[in-house]
């Protein structure tokens, strides 16, 4: 098409050079990839109706044994993040009804934990907000092994693949990743960013082009500073960030209420 007309791959061109019939097709096929685009975010976006979901007790959960490979590798030391860094603020998700699954997984809505270096880089990025006028919100951290089989095991067969599963462990069982976004320092009130944490949608891709100016510059600060501070950004969540690499580290499952 470039070698023709215009040169441009646009509709008009394709009319003033194959004509009407061909320039339908081009139309059609427009409108199968809006229709395409359009069902991928609508299957994406999906919540899950909480009656739908299977009535599973933790404590099944709880008693599993954890697979010896992921006890393999160094075992951090966890830490209490605000008290680590007592600019952060908290707002864990999973221990409220404001999450993927809608109903709280865990009872911990106080502490937060990581391993001592994910602390200290936190801090390393809180301090590269503060001067602008930000401050960091922890939506997550170290989240045992057995939470991420009683996650796993809720999700309907047909999304299992969002989540990888017990026998593979994920990095937050490492206590080497942190889930953050944005707050105000000056009104101390969380900060609206480009999609709500846990939505499962297009926005929560960290190359996503869309939503409004203020919406990506705020992702894009936020995604800069933790990685001038050593982290980084999964391809999937703006939220999720990885300290260094991860390799090396055990999968931990110590419940937060036997940690200081």
């Keep these: 098409m ?6 441009n791959a646009g509709l008009t061109n394709f009319y003033r050079t194959y004509g009407a019939r061909y320039a339908l097709l081009v139309i059609a096929c427009d409108m199968l990839k809006a229709v395409a685009a359009v069902s991928l975010a609508a299957w994406l976006g999906a919540r899950f109706d909480p009656r739908m979901l299977p009535d599973l007790p933790l404590t099944a959960a709880e008693q599993a044994e954890e697979p010896a490979r992921l006890r393999q590798g160094t075992a951090s030391a966890l830490v209490d993040l605000q008290k680590a860094v007592p600019s952060l603020h908290l707002d864990l998700r999973y221990a409220t009804d404001r999450n993927l699954f809608r109903r709280p997984l865990h009872q911990n809505g106080d502490k937060a934990y990581a391993a001592p270096e994910v602390a200290a880089a936190l801090q390393d990025a809180a301090a590269r ?15 045992p092994w057995y939470l991420s089989k009683y996650a796993y095991d809720l999700l309907p067969a047909d999304r299992k693949g969002m989540l990888p599963p017990p026998k593979q462990g994920e990095d937050r069982n490492t206590g080497w990743t942190v889930d953050v976004g944005l707050y105000d320092l000056g009104s101390g009130e969380a900060l609206p960013m480009i999609s ?5 949608s297009l926005r929560q891709y960290p190359a996503y082009p869309g939503g409004t ?14 990685r001038r501070a050593g982290f980084h950004q999964g391809d999937q969540e703006w939220w999720h960030f990885v300290l260094g690499e991860g390799n090396g580290a055990a999968h931990l499952n110590i419940p937060y209420g036997k940690l200081p």
Excluded at 2 to 7: K, N
């Design 2 to 7: 470039r070698d023709y007309g215009s040169g």
């Design 129 to 143: 907000l503060a001067p602008q006028g930000y401050g960091l919100v922890v939506y997550e951290a170290y989240r």
């Design 196 to 200: 709500d944490f846990d939505e499962v």
């Design 213 to 226: 100016t203020e919406e990506r510059r705020l992702r894009d600060l936020l995604a800069d500073a933790m």
